[in-house]
């Protein structure tokens, strides 16, 4: 049982309350109850007293490279084609192997835990890896059956791709933390033949589609010079603008295309610190909001972030949300929240299982301490998540009910043998690169 101050379910009410208990059975959500109720009903074997904390649903990342973490710092102040095509696909294209993207994803885990954090959909090669590092870090994923048409160190071409993922998601199927969703790189990089293929495959596996899409004006500008389609028509014309797909970015969005995405029953993953520090564009999520569509967040990789943190993501997409709309009302701290937790769940397939504390959920959940003085007083809990904390105020994690964060320490992680590995990943990547 978790007896915190202050409780943020998120559904059905998202107003924080005071003095509840939380308990949890097996790994799921058994009752949430007044706290005198609690005592009477429960003699639970371990009770977690937190008098000063906010308790609330774990943060899902919608959208990560959590393997390229060893490049965080390697491509900086640099815009998106250029990124891609003067160092990250060169460096990917020397060091990405299954070492590398082990360590990169267990470096990304152990950063994303201990900012609260609970389950993170990625998109990287190598998922096979991903998933076995998820699994033994105890966090939850949902992992990228990736596909582009070039070849990399993890196929040589779209048939290869689809086959090794589909593996991947076989192998998984029946994994308690580990789910899988088809991940066609984007449309500049993946083919009408691939995405179609992937289409008719998602819908027999009945996994979802995440792509990046509409991220950047040029982008626009290649697909109507190449194609006379803007992206996200050509996705429709294929038969891909469906509830299952999740497109990232959206910072290039027309009102019609707002309306078919809202229709369509897709969601938006914003990834507010990378399009700023890309400079790629802003994505209009009031607007998204306003006419319904699912809007998730998403860190991007810390090569282009460079931090895999959901509080300065919250933060960022209420305050840079405010200055696109023109309006101080827009993306207020209640929509943030639900952004990064139950819609998060909505837009990796797993509301029904994450998100909120619902009885029978997963217990995913995050306490913050409210005892620093940058947070006092506590007039507004709400407020405070997301104007006020940061992840250094995350004192404890749980996924389905295993404590992986106690007091800010890692219980599960190797915090020094995670570090020391990077820091030999980054003394190879500076030697190579002879700077």
Known sequence: MICPRWTVAVEPDITPQRDLALAIDNGRIVALLPRAEAE?????????ER????????????????????????????????????RIWPA??????????RDGTRLAIAEMLRG????????????????????EAGIRAVVGMIA???????????????????????????????????????????SDQTLSRIRQLADELEV?????????????????????????????????????????HATQLLDAEIEALATAGATVVH????????????????????????????????????????????????????????????????AAIRMATINGARAVGLEHEIGSLIEGKAADLVCV?????????????????????????VSDVWVAGVHLVSQRELLRMDAEAISARAADWGRRLIEGAGT
């Open 148 to 190: 582009i048409e070039f070849p990399t160190p993890w196929a040589a071409d779209p048939d290869e791709y689809i086959s090794k993922g589909i593996a991947v998601h076989d192998r998984h199927r029946h994994s308690p933390l580990i789910t899988t969703t088809f991940a066609p790189h984007a449309p500049y990089t993946v």
């Open 116 to 135: 609260g954090t609970t389950c993170f959909s990625d998109m990287y090669y190598f998922p096979d890896v991903v998933a076995e590092t998820a699994i």
């Open 369 to 393: 301490e409210m005892t620093d003085f940058a947070l006092q007083p506590v007039l507004d809990p709400l407020s405070h998540l997301v104007y006020s904390a940061s992840r250094d105020h």
């Open 51 to 86: 008098p000063d904390h906010v308790l609330l649903p774990g943060l899902v990342n919608a959208h990560c490279h959590a393997g390229m973490t060893l490049f965080r710092g390697y491509a900086d102040d640099m815009p998106l084609d250029r990124w891609l095509t003067e």
């Open 271 to 334: 990834c507010p610190r990378s399009n700023l520090k890309l400079a790629s564009g802003a994505c209009p999520v009031a607007r998204l909001l306003d006419a319904g569509v699912n809007v998730a967040l998403g860190t991007d990789g810390a090569a282009s972030n460079n931090r895999l943190d959901l509080w300065s993501e919250l933060s960022t997409a209420a305050l840079f949300g405010k200055w696109v709309a023109g309006d101080a009302t827009a993306v207020p701290a209640p």
């Open 40 to 48: 009477r009903r429960f003699a639970p074997d371990a009770l977690h």
């Open 92 to 101: 990917e294209s020397k060091w990405v192997g299954p070492e590398h993207v």
């Open 208 to 248: 979802p589609i995440h792509t990046h899409v509409h991220e950047t004006a040029a982008e626009i500008a290649e697909a109507l010079e190449k194609t006379g389609q803007r992206p996200l028509a050509r996705l429709e014309r294929l038969g891909l603008l469906t509830p299952a797909l999740t497109a990232v």
